[in-house]
């Protein structure tokens, strides 16, 4: 019970913390996206290389660097996610966080459509049904936007493509993010090297105060992943599964109350769509488990009483 009450106090730490994440990167400013990007690079693969020291991890990237195939699913990943850092800053610096949280409340279906894409998988009809209101939630959106909501549909792609690659690597998540940040590394570095030649870069510019906010940018990426790792291995994945929206709600409430963004009927009629879309989801998940349990606990039972020795006659 005690690792279980653990688990979770945990797991809220790490969707806790990700959800309030836009309130730090304005603190940044007047540094740009790019430049903000740039430093969390350059300061997780720090603050990592720190956490591992602490924990004396080592052992897996020798065998990483044999494996030229992982390692070119590592440089993906560190692509994609590149991606998905700068265009989550930039929208929390232009005022955009509540579209930001709904490209990660439509994630979940983005990862259905990639199991079904590329990896085949076959779908219930709850699923099916949720799927089908997500995209119908998007063209709603659409025309309260009177764009398409390209800023979610690019968080919510690109996320969705870095856990499809990160599954397939099959690495801890500390230990991916240490080797996607080395990969990232010496980029990062360039840019703010040129940068600051060229009088450009806020670091050494605008005091003390500013270059350590900006040096945080490694724990802001590492602290939450940590209690992540801690949390999951001690909690079922179904409620890792439930925690994980305390994030985009957390976000979708910092743009409404602390930005105070505009929130049309439009909007609330998509975002309305879209949350009884992950209900489904969420139900379908749960009751999907609890046959699996059954299932499991079944075969146990049937298991021990073909095994216990029959009393002679």
């Not at 930039?90 to 490209?103: A, C, D, K, P, R």
């Not at 439930?242 to 963004?261: K, T």
Request: aromatic share 12%; hydrophobic share 55%.
């Amino acid at each position: 019970m005690n690792q279980h009450r653990a688990g979770l106090l945990y797991g809220f730490a790490a969707y806790g913390m990700w959800g309030l994440v836009p309130l730090f990167w304005p603190l940044l400013k007047p540094a740009s996206a790019i430049e903000i990007l740039a430093n969390r690079m350059v300061w997780s693969l720090a603050a990592i290389v720190v956490i591992l020291l602490l924990l004396r991890r080592w052992a897996w990237i020798r065998e990483l660097l044999r494996q030229p195939g992982r390692l070119g699913l590592i440089a993906i990943a560190a692509t994609v996610i590149s991606v998905n850092w700068g265009f989550y800053i930039y929208s929390v610096n232009s005022n955009q966080v509540v579209e930001s949280s709904l490209g990660y409340f439509i994630n979940p279906l983005v990862t259905i459509c990639f199991g079904v894409v590329v990896l085949r998988e076959r779908l219930r009809l709850v699923q099916w049904a949720a799927v089908a209101i997500g995209v119908i939630a998007v063209f709603v959106l659409a025309i309260g936007y009177g764009r398409l909501p390209w800023l979610a549909l690019t968080l919510a792609f690109s996320f969705g493509t870095y856990g499809l690659v990160k599954k397939k690597i099959g690495l801890g998540g500390l230990e991916s993010l240490a080797a996607e940040t080395a990969v990232q590394f010496l980029p990062a570095l360039a840019f703010l090297l040129i940068l600051g030649s060229t009088g450009r870069n806020t670091f050494t510019h605008h005091g003390a105060g500013h270059a350590a906010l900006l040096m945080g940018c490694g724990v802001v990426t590492a602290l939450p992943l940590v209690c992540f790792g801690a949390a999951a291995v001690r909690v079922p994945l179904t409620t890792i599964g439930l925690l994980q929206y305390l994030a985009p709600v957390l976000q979708f409430l910092c743009g409404l109350v602390y930005f105070h963004e505009a929130m049309p009927p439009e909007r609330w009629a998509g975002f309305a769509l879209v949350w009884l879309a992950l209900v489904l989801l969420t139900y379908d998940a749960l009751r999907t488990a609890r046959r699996s349990r059954r299932t499991v606990m079944s075969r146990v039972v049937d298991g021990a009483q073909a095994t216990e020795p029959k009393t002679p006659a």
